[in-house]
């Protein structure tokens, strides 16, 4: 099992985590660089968040974007007709690619769904060109405060859904310096991490609840199994929560951080 990512489908994954992995694209590449021409990777590209931020580039001459889920390939695919966007199924631990064939490697939001993450790390070493960037990011565990919202009064309510899609604890390489300590110990060079911030901006309740509730992951099998009594009590310590006091509902933003690095291969 070399991932830990459950998925659900194009559209629930667009709408419960494609729109923040959108607006976290661009942020990511000011940070990590776009080469001045060749050819990139974005490894583990889900629906494509990062591949279209990086077909705004138009000095590049390729792009391999490459995921596990063969739905999500499909959904970058449709989304899409750059001929310079190459969509595949696979696995990040065991890329097919030849040898210093990139002139860049990203992975955005992907490692810590990778149950051997050294082994994509090294892989995307192996696939580049000596001196060429290797960027990823994640999101910081303790950085993400609509979604500790809802996984920490999921858990208050309804304590058997911890394992169930709801965290009970921080995921690997979800705090300071841990992306960056694999990236230096797969010997990466000139190995920098940086906090990289977004707004998650949700409309109102619905739209923070209904994405996370029918998303990704395990979490909408056992939330669709529960009797309607305490799906009901628990989408009202959500909508509590959410409101925070407030009598009416309506817009909030969430300022959400992600510890991005960039090397040199
Ligand atoms: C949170 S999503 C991020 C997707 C995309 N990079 C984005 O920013 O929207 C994590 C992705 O990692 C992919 N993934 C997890 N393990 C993988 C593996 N071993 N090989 C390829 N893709 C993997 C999942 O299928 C999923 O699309």
């Given at each position: ?6 998925a659900?489908?194009?559209e ?18 000011a940070?990590?660089?776009?080469p001045?021409?060749g ?7 889900g ?7 990086l077909a ?21 695919r449709?989304r ?11 696995d ?8 210093k ?26 696939v580049l ?16 405060p ?21 965290p009970?604890?921080p995921?690997?390489m ?8 694999l ?22 309740f ?41 009598s009416?509902?309506g ?6 951080v992600?510890?991005?690095?960039r090397?040199?291969?």
């Amino acid at each position: 099992m070399p991932s830990t990512f459950i998925a659900k489908g194009a559209e629930a994954y667009e709408a419960s985590m494609g729109r923040w992995s959108r607006k976290l694209a661009d942020p990511f590449l000011a940070f990590a660089g776009v080469p001045a021409h060749g050819r990139v990777l974005d490894a583990g590209c889900g629906t494509g968040s990062l591949t279209l931020a990086l077909a705004t580039h138009p000095e590049l001459t390729a792009i391999e974007a490459l995921d596990f889920e063969e739905n999500f390939v499909a959904a970058l695919r449709a989304r899409t007709d750059d001929p310079r966007i190459s969509a595949r199924q696979g696995d990040v631990c065991a890329l097919p690619y030849d040898d210093k064939s990139f002139d860049a490697a990203y992975s955005l939001l992907v490692l810590h769904f990778v149950s051997d993450a050294d082994k994509a790390i090294t892989e995307m070493r192996r696939v580049l060109k000596p001196g060429a960037t290797a960027a990823a990011a994640v999101w910081s565990y303790d950085g993400m405060p609509s979604w500790r919202l809802f996984w920490d009064t999921i858990r208050a309510i309804e304590p058997e859904a911890e394992g169930s899609g709801i965290p009970s604890g921080p995921r690997p390489m979800t705090a300071e310096g841990e992306l960056r300590a694999l990236f230096a110990s797969a010997g990466f060079a000139d190995v920098t991490e940086k906090r990289l911030t977004i707004m998650m901006d949700y409309a109102g309740f619905d739209d923070f609840y209904l994405p996370k509730v029918y998303g990704q992951g395990r979490f909408s099998a056992f939330f669709e199994a529960l009797p309607e009594a305490r799906r009901e009590r628990l989408r009202e310590a959500l909508r509590a929560a959410y409101l925070d006091g407030r009598s009416e509902d309506g817009q909030r933003g969430f300022e959400s951080v992600a510890f991005a690095v960039r090397c040199v291969a």
